[in-house]
């Protein structure tokens, strides 16, 4: 996961105001969690971005689950 990560997923001053995005594009990791979250599939995702790669979607989810473990959330209880 480390190297996918790594090999994917990148943070650059210059591109997008230094938030990660997906080999130096204008791709944001957050605007492709959004999709997922919305529920679009990675093969929907892929076929209106010819551009991207199912590891570049995968790199984005791993990445969410790498920043989410340094993290505290609250939430109510119920």
């Known amino acids: 996961m480390k190297n996918l990560i790594d090999e994917r997923i990148t943070i650059s ?3 997008c105001h230094g938030k990660p995005t997906i ?3 204008r791709y944001m990791v ?3 969690l959004e999709y997922l979250a919305g529920g679009d599939s ?3 995702i892929l076929s209106e971005f010819d551009d991207l790669e199912k590891d ?3 790199a ?4 969410a689950n ?3 473990k340094f993290q505290d ?3 109510k209880a119920a």
């Open 13 to 15: 001053p210059e591109v």
């Open 23 to 25: 080999r130096n594009t």
């Open 30 to 32: 957050e605007s492709i």
């Open 42 to 44: 990675i093969e929907t």
């Open 56 to 58: 570049d979607i995968l």
């Open 60 to 63: 984005c989810i791993a990445y």
């Open 66 to 68: 790498r920043v989410i």
């Open 73 to 75: 959330i609250t939430r």
